[in-house]
Nanobody, 114 residues
């Protein structure tokens, strides 16, 4: 059984930084695309970053480009999301997800507020 476990969420002031981690365990073959999603209250879940674990290619929506950085450590089966210059609209539950699979983490709450 594949499991994804997020950590690193919390409360941060506007302009601050957080680093989220996603630990992947179980029978996952190499060569997948990992994504970080967030879901704000009353809104749909949206993709905020993705990385191809083979090529290292990354993608971001304009709303986070230049502020968020996704990275990976294939040897440790870990993915990370570095979030800088955070804004109140970054608030939400953040999930990691292996694209094109049914595997999601349980989510970690991120709140940006003064």
């Amino acid at each position: 059984q594949v499991q994804l476990v997020e950590s690193g969420g919390g409360l941060v002031q506007p302009g601050g930084s957080l680093r989220l981690s996603c630990a992947v365990s179980g029978p996952v073959f190499s060569g997948y695309v990992m994504g970080w999603y967030r879901q704000a209250p009353g809104q749909q879940r949206e993709l905020v970053a993705s990385i191809d674990t083979t090529s290292g290619s990354t993608n971001y929506p304009d709303s986070v480009k230049g502020r968020f950085t996704i990275s990976k450590d294939n040897a440790k089966n870990m993915a990370y999301l570095q979030m800088n210059a955070m804004k109140p609209e970054d608030t939400g539950v953040y999930y990691c997800h292996i694209l094109y699979s049914g595997w999601w983490g349980q989510g970690t709450q991120v709140t940006v507020s003064s």
